[in-house]
């Protein structure tokens, strides 16, 4: 497909060639407005464009800052017929065509909605933004490392055109190469954006979730391809460039992975997007963000992404290894568990969120589809513990049958040594990773997190991954919570499986090293379970070392005692980590609006096309009897 951006509002679409699995169609315009005042340029190499502040009052930063917006553009929208397993689905009205998207960011204060035209300001200066006088949530005086953590954030807090967009990955003035580490990552920021929710803040996670709509892929170009709509970016820099007379201008430039080593698909950045969006409105009260047309059609997007058909047999989601926070090859290509978990969330947050219009019918039945597929696929494949550990180990191979036991031909000898000995009498967990004859035994934190917080798991399940957790507490939290997964890949596995990376040798880094981060998810988890002695107990280990240690990024070797051999410091999602855990221990209600139970009518659905066939039963009835035990 051929694109080019470079004049926005007055392309021909006439021109556009179709793809296999979108149709554009040449439209007029829909309602009619003056164009945006942010625009997407196509850079001249081809790389994908950044967004340039336009028209505004917006100089170098520190000056006054005054940025106008006109909110409603919806000249040159562009149809795109939506195509997700053949059910047909509301056609997706892409503002300014495919390649210019237009930004509509208001004040946090404003009645808004994109369908409107008002004129808007953008733009309270970071400035203004009070953090230091914001409430201590408890009304308890917060302990040194609290206070050092809150400020550290604040200077992590990245402006554009006068108003926050973000924070740092990472602001260490003694890092003399802090490669992209000087971006604003989306993963990154969603701990960042809790902490200043729960302290009441929430300007600056409103206008992250506008500027990444605005950076959302329409053409992203990597080696002269572009695939799909709807991708958001790893991460996306504000970067100063010079114009006339002195002046500068500043513009957002987004990485889709063109720039990241190793070139890895930024798969989990929409599916936080979307799982931030929600709760920011359960946090602030603040639905009218999400009902906005422009962000609604941002969640289709992606939520197009991810369901749409390619030759994948499985209900979960098909990835290249690096596609998530474990960003570099670890072997967790194919379904890793992660990617499921953060999925099932965002389809479950979508459901919540998409506006009840004509098309919702499809999407929502679209949605519970996969949902309950995917649930299905992970409770019954994923799930291991010592009982099937001695089930796998008794498997007959080579069943040729749609009623097969052994149903993805796993070998026995596949089950690692290591997993003989560890798998406790009580407690489970999800495995890493299920493909054709392959098992992946380790155990990945983040991902085991995400089922017990959406309920991807059964509630039996979700308890029975804290158990585990509370039993090889010396494993998997030793002298800093949490390993990122368990164990580590060593000798001939870590040269063959990562590729001889120096960088995550046995017990570094993502093979197997400490991150702080992972606490909030913890204790989002703990708190939903009923076990916030454990979060407790972890939060309160890493507020030892943390300040001491300058908040390293992670931790190294076995049981997490040194700073990481190449760990940043004053990473901020290990600050922003920390604070949040503190915040949500002490405001479980407000935990209590981040995870979600069990949803028994998904139990219900089953959309199995072997019974359809009539070829075989159905197996989601005896497995839903087990879920309701
Ligand atoms: C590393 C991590 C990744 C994180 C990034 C910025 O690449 O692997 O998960 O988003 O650093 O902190």
Redesign the pocket.
Known sequence: MLLNSQKPASLGFESLKFDHTRKLHSHPSRILGSWSVFYRTQKPNGAPNPIWCQSRVCRARGEHLITKVWSNVRNNSTVVETRVNDKNFERIYVQGGLNAKPLVVERIDKDENTGRGEESVVGSEAENINYENLEVSVGREESESEKEAWRLLKDAIVTYCGSPVGTL?TNDPGDKQPLN?DQV?I??FVPSALAFLLKGEGEIVRNFLLHTLQLQSWEKTVDCYSPGQGLMPASFKVRSVPLDENKTEEVLDPDFGESAIGRVAPVDSGLWWIILLRAYGKITGDYALQERVDVQTGIKLILNLCLSDGFDMFPSLLVTDGSC???RRMGIHGHPLEIQALFYSALRSSREMLAADDGAKNWVRAINNRLSALSFHIREYYWLDMKKVNEIYRYKTEEYSTDATNKFNIYPEQIPHWLMDWIPEKGGYMIGNLQPAHMDFRFFTLGNLWSIISSLGTPKQNKSVLKLIESKWDDLMGHMPLKICYPALEYEEWRIITGSDPKNTPWSY?NGGSWPTLLWQFTLACIKMGRTDLATKAVNLAEKRLKLDRWP?YYDTRNGKFIGKQSRLY?T?TIAGFLTSKMLLENPETASRLFWDEDYDLLEICVCALSNSGRKKCSRGAARSQILV
């Open positions: 990955a580490y990552f993963r990154d926070m474990i960003d993502h990024e990473q999602w």
